[in-house]
């Protein structure tokens, strides 16, 4: 699997674990991946089912650390959490921006 499927594996995982039915299918790029980054860091503020997720080297999130970071097992594992209600929030509020980025916006 290629590093862009599984950044798109990843944060529709995230949208599943937050009980969101969304599924994202835009184009994965650096600014996708910064964003995603920023989205799961502000859900870790609220609860500890992302703890395990370190911090991006260099402040933002890139493909490369979204796919080392989120792998098949870490994926699969967040899509069996119950549901993030924070991440709920967190997913709305940064539902424009991903889309935005993924159009290269």
Not at 31 to 53: C, D, P, R, S, Y
């Amino acid at each position: 699997m290629n590093e862009a499927n599984s950044v798109k594996d990843a944060i529709n995982a995230f949208y599943k674990g937050a009980g969101i039915n969304l599924k994202f299918t835009g184009e994965v790029n650096e600014k996708v991946a910064e964003i995603f980054g920023k989205m799961v860091i502000e859900t870790q503020k609220f609860t500890t089912a992302l703890k395990w997720v370190p911090t991006p080297t260099g402040g933002k999130a890139t493909i490369t650390w979204v796919a080392k970071n989120f792998t098949k097992s870490a994926i699969n594992q967040l899509k069996e959490e119950q549901s993030l209600t924070c991440a709920k929030k967190v997913i709305l509020d940064y539902k424009t921006s991903l889309k935005l980025a993924s159009l290269g916006i």
